[in-house]
C-alpha cells in the first residue's frame, strides 16, 4: 500500500521486454520489496549500486503493459517513485494500492498566479469513481479531483509538487496512469449492485 506522496523521482534506463530497470537516489529499496514506479506496483527483483545512485530492476507482466503507460516509457524518462507504507510513516496522501485503473491523458497545464491548473481526459469506464473534491492517483501522486465532468478533471497543483514529481514534465498529450480512490470504487460498486436488486 502507498499513499501518493512521491519520496524521489528516477529515470527509466532500459525497458526491454518484460524487464524494466531505473535510476534512483530511493535508498529505502531491497529485492523483494515493492515500489510504486509511477504509481504501478512493481516488485524489486535486482539492486545495483550504492544508495545515492542506484538501479533498480523489475519483472513486468503483459498485464501490467496492457494496463499501463510502461510501454510508452523511454529512456531518461523522468518516474515517480514512492517505496511501500511502514507501520508507523505518516498518512500524507491517500490510500493507493498501485493498481492502476486506466490510462488518461494530459489535456492542458495553465500557469496561475502561484500554482498551475492541470486538466486530465480519463477514460469512460472511470466516471462513477471520480466526485468534485475525491481523490485520484496520477502517476502515482495524490491529488484533489476538481470539476470531473465530459471525461475530463482538474487538479490545482502547487509549485513543490511539480518540482518534487514528474508534473513539471508533463506535456499536452502525454500519457498518465490513473488510479481512482479505493473507497469511491468500493462505494461505486455497492451502489451498482444495490440498484439491481
Known amino acids: 500500500m502507498f499513499t501518493g506522496i512521491i519520496q524521489t523521482k528516477g529515470r527509466v534506463t532500459r525497458l526491454q ?8 537516489a530511493l535508498s529505502r529499496a531491497r529485492v523483494g520489496d515493492s515500489v510504486a514506479v509511477n504509481g504501478v506496483c512493481l ?21 501490467t503493459l496492457d494496463r499501463t503507460t510502461i510501454g510508452f516509457w523511454k529512456p531518461g524518462a523522468p518516474v515517480n517513485i514512492e517505496p511501500a507504507l511502514k507501520a508507523g510513516d505518516p498518512m ?7 493498481h492502476v485503473d486506466g490510462v488518461g491523458r494530459v489535456v492542458s497545464r495553465r500557469a496561475k498566479a502561484g500554482w498551475s ?3 486530465f481526459r480519463f477514460p469512460s469506464a472511470m466516471k462513477d469513481f471520480f466526485i468534485h473534491k475525491g481523490s485520484v492517483a496520477v502517476d502515482g501522486i495524490s491529488l484533489t479531483l476538481l470539476n470531473p465532468k465530459n471525461g ?4 490545482a497543483v502547487i509549485p513543490h509538487t511539480e518540482t518534487v514529481t514528474n508534473l513539471g514534465d508533463c506535456r499536452p ?4 496512469n490513473l ?5 469511491a470504487k468500493q462505494v461505486a460498486t455497492l451502489m451498482k449492485r444495490w440498484r439491481r436488486t
Open 17 to 24: 521486454g518484460l524487464r524494466l530497470e531505473i535510476s534512483t
Open 43 to 63: 516488485t524489486v527483483i535486482k539492486t545495483v549500486g550504492t544508495a545515492r545512485s542506484r538501479r533498480l530492476s523489475f519483472d513486468l507482466s503483459q498485464e
Open 92 to 98: 500524507g496522501g491517500h490510500v493507493v494500492q498501485g
Open 117 to 119: 491548473l492541470f486538466t
Open 152 to 155: 475530463q478533471f482538474d487538479v
Open 173 to 176: 498529450g502525454d500519457a498518465i
Open 179 to 183: 488510479e481512482a480512490d479505493p473507497i
